[in-house]
T-cell receptor, first 117, second 114 residues
């Protein structure tokens, strides 16, 4: 079965410093992996996705993530945090698509990113 | 461009009452989903639909029912609300299954059951 673990429930950085949000996954298959972001009182928005092409994936707003199969990780990074990056971030793995399932998404527990001025 | 619209935004129910949450999307998406979000638990799938007239159970379907009579609408019903159903509910839609196309989310419905 697929699962995803976000290693930090809360990360605090200063504006202009790098951001690292950690995610480990478990999958019996080659997974599709995603990062979604949720700003306060809003729905979630796709940041980026990995679907077995390049292992370094670039997303919106300067974020990127690297798929490392040997470490079963998909950490999200950004070189320089901005105040507007303060939000909750979700790492997501999809079930494989097949006769017994429909490729549903499995969400991690979320990491709250705080950006201090 | 409204995207995904959820109504109502807030609701307070007493235990045992019923209600229906409405989700409407204007993107002609085939797939629609209902999730609940609870602190420290991420999003959990309640029910989903892969097209008009179809519905299927997700991870946590007990206590909820859904209907997809029209392609653009996906209704979530609580027949007899319980305090354990206090949560934030999100509707989402996508043009293909979630592994292939991004989910578009509404802004959520905050439900409190007392």
């Amino acid at each position: 079965a697929q699962s995803v673990t976000q290693l930090d429930s809360h990360v605090s950085v200063s504006e202009g410093t790098p951001v690292l949000l950690r995610c480990n996954y478990s999958s019996s298959y080659s997974p599709s992996l995603f990062w979604y972001v949720q700003h306060p009182n809003k729905g979630l928005q796709l940041l980026l996705k990995y679907t077995s092409a390049a292992t370094l994936v670039k997303g919106i707003n300067g974020f990127e993530a690297e798929f490392k199969k040997s470490e079963t990780s998909f950490h999200l990074t950004k070189p320089s945090a901005h105040m507007s990056d303060a939000a909750e971030y979700f790492c997501v793995v999809s079930e494989p698509y097949g006769s017994s399932n429909t490729g549903k998404l499995i969400f991690g527990q979320g990491t709250t990113l705080q950006v201090k001025p | 461009n409204a995207g995904v619209t959820q109504t109502p935004k807030f609701r307070v129910l007493k235990t045992g009452q019923s209600m229906t949450l409405l989700c409407a999307q204007d993107m002609n998406h085939e797939y629609m989903y209902w999730y609940r979000q609870d602190p420290g638990m991420g999003l959990r799938l309640i029910h989903y639909s892969v097209g008009e007239g179809t519905t299927a159970k997700g991870e946590v379907p007990d206590g909820y029912n859904v209907s997809r009579l029209k392609k653009q609408n996906f209704l979530l019903g609580l027949e007899s609300a319980a305090p354990s159903q206090t949560s934030v509910y999100f509707c989402a839609s996508s043009s293909d299954r979630g592994s292939n196309s991004p989910l578009h989310f509404g802004n959520g419905t905050r439900l409190t059951v007392t």
